[in-house]
Structure formats: C-alpha cells, structure tokens
C-alpha cells in the first residue's frame, strides 16, 4: 500500500454519538505527479463528513494548493463502476506510437496520476477487440492488469492506459463527473469536450513523434 492512513475523530463531546472517518494520503510527495487525499467512512453523518471536506479544501485554498474531487470510478478495478457514465476510449495498434504516449501527455497538459489495477472490461466495447491480447487465467477470464493513469490538468478527466503484450494500447476516458458541481452543465461539457479535444491531438503528436523517429536515420 502506497498511502498513510488517519483515523479521524468527529465527536466535539462525551454525549455525542461515536463518528469517525478514515483519511488516506499517498506516502510520497511528487511535484511531477498528483497527490491523493482520500476521505472514506462507514460511521459518520453526511454534514459531519461535508464539514471536514469544506474544511480541507478552505485549508488548499489558504495555501495555495489546487485541489479536485475525483469519482470512485478513478480509482476501481472496475471503470464501469458508475452504470451511468461509460467510459470513452482510444485505440492505438501500433508498439511505436504506444511508446510516446506517456512522454507527450505529460508535456503539457496531464499529470502522472499512479498506477491502479484495471479489469481489460473496455474490450466489450471495442470492434476488433480479438486483435488485443492481454494475460489471462487458466479459466479465460482476463486477468487485471496494472495501468498508468494520467489527470488533465484542469481536473475534467482521466485518461487511463491499457497496454497488451502486443505493446498496442487502450486509452481509456473516465470523465470527473465530480467536477460538473463547480460549474454548470453546459460550462461542465465544454470543459469536457475541451479536454477530450486536446487529448486528440497529444495523440496526434504522439503518431508525428513516432513517424519522425522512424526516418530519422541511424547514429
């Protein structure tokens, strides 16, 4: 496990119920990469847990910090954990182009996010999905397999990557549903499509970077 973890106390006094959560924070500070603070509670009241919430992002603010609420759904095994919002998708079928992805994205717009076990679920969704070759258990179901995960730098997706043993990927779109609270709808989608727009074209970058290596001649 790569975070600490708090148990954090909600009583003020001794005729108050017993209420607590549980604050998790990644272990390493990484100005390269995202940093993740994780509320979580089984015993406590929703204004309780709100309160302490408001509380954490008056204290980012006061510092200077940029902080973003994320879905449940960035972080699952699972990304069709929310039956609502399916995730979009990118196929790339080629090892080269593959192999710039990270470096293009986190040129300018995205933020390394971890690495998080993902179920190769986005398959059913794939024409051609047969063409992909993941690892799987004796019994033929796809095993998870551990993805790196990258966050625009506005907040308004996640792009997680899925690689087969081919070296071909599946860049997969998991929209921060959480962040259409700060704005409304219409601002929230063209947010949204913003964000997916330039995500286009990093991988449009990625394919020219892939081309303009394999006829540049050898050392």
């Not at 272990?27 to 940093?35: E, I, N």
């Not at 989608?189 to 970058?205: C, F, G, I, M, W």
Request: charged share 25%.
């Amino acid at each position: 496990d790569s975070m600490i973890r708090f148990n954090v106390q909600l009583r003020k006094g001794k005729a108050d119920t017993f209420e607590w959560l549980e604050l998790a924070a990644d272990s390493v500070f990484d100005t390269s990469r995202s940093y993740r603070i994780m509320f979580s509670w089984l015993v406590a009241s929703s204004t309780k847990v709100e309160t302490q919430v408001q509380l954490f992002q008056r204290r980012c603010t006061q510092y200077g910090l940029k902080a973003v609420k994320f879905p449940q759904s960035s972080v699952s095994r699972d990304i069709f954990l929310n039956s609502f919002v399916a995730p979009g998708h990118i196929c790339i079928r080629d090892e080269k182009v593959a192999d710039q992805i990270d470096g293009v994205l986190t040129e300018r717009l995205f933020v390394d996010d971890g690495i998080y076990f993902t179920w190769p679920r986005i398959l059913q969704c794939i024409d051609g999905s047969n063409e992909f070759e993941f690892t799987k258990f004796r019994s033929g179901k796809l095993r998870p397999i551990p993805s790196r995960q990258f966050v625009h730098r506005s907040g308004t997706l996640f792009v997680r990557k899925l690689r087969d043993s081919k070296g071909w990927m599946i860049l997969v779109i998991i929209p921060n549903t959480q962040h259409a609270a700060r704005h409304s709808l219409l601002e929230y989608r063209t947010l949204l499509r913003a964000s997916y727009l330039e995500l286009l074209q990093e991988v449009k970058r990625a394919k020219q970077k892939a081309q303009a290596n394999a006829h540049r001649p050898p050392p």
